[in-house]
């Protein structure tokens, strides 16, 4: 069923209406099948991109649509509410085209942005290594400084859209300092020195690969740092602040698509000669999820709003992201135990939602981390 949204504009609710329309048309039916194959859905992100989805938030004199977050969003959970893969990778995308789109100088937004944002090219956001999850000031890949501008040395882990990108906005040590030695660099997929290591195999969000990349002496000239030196820890920390918002769009998706899922079998399948839906230790947990999916949608919509009106909303999209990706944990979990047996089977997608709700609480920083950010924007 349809979710009944609030939508800012006329142009925003038909738009969202549109995305509903593309996404359960032509992403929804294809996403068990590429789940099981393990196929990365790079079509349907070409797609999406030419339909403009992928440059939603960005403004228009880059061939973005000029949306606000609060609508973008919106669009984003109707995609993953269709399929995960995909609704992650539009969030990926647009947080790797942030650092550009944000803190590049007017002639590299002028010479990259277009075709970042008008969906020809897709991106990847290479922060996390082995050794430096949670703790990025343990970062080792270095970019150390040569002739033509510098040479980028070492390796990242667990990138989504590793080996299919077309550009990696990388996060590498210029200096020494923990947190100030960081910076940022555009690096396209087919630079010299690039490799990347064999795909992960993951719980879920199979279609979405996930691999290491390493850097042998790769060049990166001037123009490809965004950023000034050292800059590159306060621009990765901004683009998650943004990307945690579509990580809970996201998490808000999977679990009203397995709400959905859970009412509509309730109310068919019978026990005791009645749907199991009058049941009321039943209607009352149908009921709790619903609960929890609301507040979800409302804890990362007051987070855009507030990133809309130009105000602070860090704290706002740690809430988001921890509050949404529980609710993801605790409703597709719930919708398998609504299906009985079936909900334990490949025949039903629930237990396909409840493998790729967890990776919600655990990327874009775990929902310790997310605690902490919360916790250290109280005692500011
Ligand atoms: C499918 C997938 C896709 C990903 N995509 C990307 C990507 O595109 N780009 C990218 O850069 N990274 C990506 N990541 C990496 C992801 O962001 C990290 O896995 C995450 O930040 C956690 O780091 P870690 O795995 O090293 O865990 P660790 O940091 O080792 O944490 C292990 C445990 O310790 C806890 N912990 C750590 N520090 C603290 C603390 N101070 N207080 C309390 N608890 C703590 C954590 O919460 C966690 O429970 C992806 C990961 C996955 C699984």
Not at 47 to 67: D, F, I, S, T
Not at 100 to 108: C, L, R, V, W
Not at 253 to 264: E, I, N, P, R, V
């Amino acid at each position: 069923m349809a979710v009944d949204r609030l939508l800012p504009t006329e142009e925003a609710a038909e738009l969202v209406a549109l995305v509903r329309e593309i996404a359960q048309t032509e992403l929804a039916p294809r996403a068990a099948g590429d789940e099981a194959a393990g196929r990365f859905p790079r079509d349907v992100l070409m797609m999406l991109g030419e339909v403009g989805l992928l440059g939603l938030p960005y403004p228009e004199e880059y061939g973005g649509a000029g949306q606000p977050y609060e609508v973008y969003l919106q669009a984003v959970e109707e995609v993953a509410a269709a399929w995960m893969t995909v609704g992650v990778g539009v969030s990926v995308h647009v947080m790797a085209s942030y650092a550009m789109a944000t803190f590049g100088t007017p002639k590299q937004r002028a010479a990259y942005l277009p075709e970042m944002i008008g969906g020809k090219l897709l991106g990847a956001y290479a922060l996390s290594e082995a050794q430096a999850g949670s703790d990025i000031s343990a970062m080792t890949a270095r970019a150390k400084r040569a002739d033509h501008g510098y040479e980028l040395n070492g390796a990242k882990a667990w990138t989504t859209h590793g080996s299919h990108a077309d550009f990696y906005t990388t996060f590498a040590r210029t200096g020494d300092d923990p947190r100030g030695g960081v910076s940022c660099f555009y690096l396209p997929g087919h630079a010299s020195g690039l490799t990347f290591g064999s795909p992960e195999h993951k719980m879920g969000l199979n279609g979405s690969p996930t691999t290491a990349l390493y850097f042998d002496a790769v060049p990166i000239a001037d123009g490809q740092r965004i950023g000034d030196e050292g800059q590159g820890a306060k621009i990765a920390l901004a683009s998650l602040d943004s990307g945690r918002l579509g990580i809970a769009a996201c998490a808000t998706g999977l679990a009203q698509a397995a709400l959905d899922l859970a009412t509509d079998y309730a109310r068919k399948r019978e026990q005791f000669g009645r749907p199991i839906a009058e049941f009321q230790g039943l209607g009352f947990l149908l009921a709790d999820m619903a609960a929890a999916v609301d507040s979800a949608r409302a804890t990362y919509l007051m987070a855009a709003r507030k990133r809309d009106a130009g105000r602070p909303f860090k704290r706002d999209a740690a809430v988001a992201k921890l509050i949404a990706s529980d609710v993801a944990m605790k409703v597709t979990t719930d919708a398998v135990q609504v299906l009985g047996g079936y909900g334990y089977t490949h025949d039903y997608p629930a237990e396909r939602y409840m493998r790729e709700a967890k990776v919600t609480q655990i990327f874009e920083g775990t929902n310790q981390i997310q605690r902490l950010v919360i916790g250290r924007q109280l005692l500011k």
